[in-house]
């Protein structure tokens, strides 16, 4: 189902209805209804609230995005996503993880309050990295969720150091997957444990498709499916699980955008204080749902784990 489709009849695009509510009109147009004889009168905009100043570590996107994933948060579901889908990990105090793509880091420290699990975190973009690394400080989690900036030329995780390596929808933007991978799978313990989610090419889809340019920005490196299963296999890997969650993740972004709409005065102050923020976070996540709902795009979740000696796990 597209998003036009979502609840019924033809709506008008995600970023028409958002912008619009910003504006300060609850009552948008579906797609192509005809005219009313009366319309319906505008309704007020909310009153916006005093907004905070930015922390030295900290910008206006980091602020918009936290409107709609929640608190610490950068990408869809935020930190009850990162942990419902990591329950299957067995994580507790006595594991330790590598998560490659913290965002703002609000999955980590969610993972390390729930089970106590050591967290040892990389982040691809610089400003991201910085920010989750302030605010674990800040929270006082610093000593077990350790984040810090990747960089492709140092990256030198511990052989055998981890019980577990997570990743969500973040090496779609590695060029280098493949050296990547091979350091993710050397980091890992005997029977240790990788869970990853990406956005992966469609089949028959192409990368070189222009509706994709406005995916994420910088450059990009889409996958299909069958190059992650193909890695698993040529590597110390069982692929235990490959899953289209694309129906899932989409709800969470749907979920998110509908926590940002109903924001009230905190969401308008800092729409009104950020407008070209708000308006950039918008197109992208229009873009990213366009991408989807046209089948160029899926996303996928990958668990295997490094072979071994010890009986395979039999439960996912």
Same mark, same amino acid.
């Not at 577990?164 to 929808?169: A, G, N, P, R, Y």
């Not at 950020?274 to 795009?297: C, H, I, K, Q, S």
């Given at each position: 189902?597209?998003?036009a489709?979502?609840?019924?009849?033809?709506?008008?695009?995600?970023?028409?209805?958002?912008?619009?509510?910003?504006?300060g009109?609850?009552?948008?147009?579906?797609?192509?209804?005809?005219?009313?004889?009366?319309?319906?009168?505008p309704v007020?905009?909310?009153q916006?609230?005093? =907004?905070?100043?930015?922390?030295?570590?900290?910008?206006?996107?980091?602020?918009?995005?936290?409107?709609?994933?929640?608190?610490?948060?950068s990408?869809p579901?935020?930190?009850?996503?990162?942990?419902e889908?990591?329950?299957?990990?067995?994580?507790?105090?006595?594991?330790?993880i590598?998560?490659?793509?913290?965002?703002?880091?609000g999955g980590?420290?969610?993972?390390?309050?729930?089970?106590?699990?050591?967290?040892?975190?990389?982040?691809?973009?610089p400003d991201l990295?910085?920010a989750?690394?302030q605010?674990?400080?800040?929270?006082?989690e610093?000593k077990?969720?350790d984040?810090?900036?990747?960089?492709?030329?140092?990256f030198?995780?511990?052989?055998?150091?981890?019980?577990c390596?997570?990743?969500?929808?973040?090496?779609?933007r590695?060029?280098?997957?493949e050296?990547?991978?091979?350091?993710?799978?050397?980091?890992?313990k005997?029977?240790?444990?990788?869970?990853?989610?990406?956005?992966?090419?469609?089949?028959?889809a192409?990368?070189?498709?222009?509706?994709?340019?406005?995916?994420?920005?910088?450059?990009?490196?889409f996958?299909?499916a069958?190059?992650?299963?193909?890695?698993?296999?040529d590597?110390?890997?069982?692929?235990?699980?490959?899953?289209?969650?694309?129906a899932?993740?989409?709800?969470?972004?749907?979920?998110g955008?509908?926590?940002?709409?109903?924001?009230?005065?905190?969401?308008?102050?800092?729409?009104?204080?950020?407008?070209?923020?708000?308006?950039?976070f918008l197109?992208l996540?229009?873009?990213?749902?366009?991408?989807?709902?046209?089948g160029?795009?899926? =996303?996928?979740?990958?668990?295997?784990?490094?072979?071994g000696?010890?009986?395979?796990?039999?439960?996912?």
């Amino acid at each position: 189902m597209s998003i036009a489709q979502d609840r019924g009849a033809a709506r008008a695009p995600l970023r028409e209805r958002l912008l619009s509510w910003w504006s300060g009109n609850d009552n948008v147009p579906a797609a192509r209804r005809p005219r009313a004889a009366k319309p319906a009168a505008p309704v007020a905009p909310a009153q916006q609230e005093p =907004v905070e100043p930015l922390a030295h570590w900290e910008n206006p996107a980091m602020r918009i995005a936290q409107l709609a994933w929640g608190e610490g948060c950068s990408k869809p579901g935020g930190g009850d996503h990162l942990l419902e889908l990591s329950r299957p990990l067995g994580l507790d105090a006595t594991k330790s993880i590598l998560e490659f793509g913290t965002g703002l880091g609000g999955g980590a420290r969610a993972l390390r309050r729930d089970t106590g699990v050591w967290i040892e975190g990389y982040e691809i973009e610089p400003d991201l990295a910085r920010a989750a690394k302030q605010l674990a400080i800040r929270a006082r989690e610093e000593k077990g969720v350790d984040i810090a900036c990747y960089s492709a030329q140092s990256f030198a995780p511990r052989p055998g150091g981890y019980d577990c390596i997570l990743s969500t929808e973040t090496l779609y933007r590695i060029g280098n997957k493949e050296d990547l991978l091979i350091k993710f799978e050397q980091a890992l313990k005997p029977r240790g444990q990788m869970l990853i989610t990406d956005f992966v090419l469609a089949p028959g889809a192409s990368a070189k498709d222009p509706r994709l340019k406005a995916f994420a920005p910088g450059p990009l490196a889409f996958w299909p499916a069958a190059h992650y299963a193909r890695h698993f296999r040529d590597r110390n890997l069982d692929l235990r699980v490959s899953e289209d969650i694309t129906a899932d993740y989409r709800k969470l972004v749907l979920d998110g955008c509908k926590r940002f709409t109903e924001g009230g005065p905190r969401l308008v102050g800092h729409a009104k204080t950020y407008p070209g923020e708000t308006v950039a976070f918008l197109d992208l996540w229009a873009n990213r749902m366009t991408a989807l709902d046209a089948g160029l795009v899926k =996303v996928m979740r990958f668990t295997a784990i490094k072979s071994g000696n010890i009986k395979l796990m039999s439960n996912w």
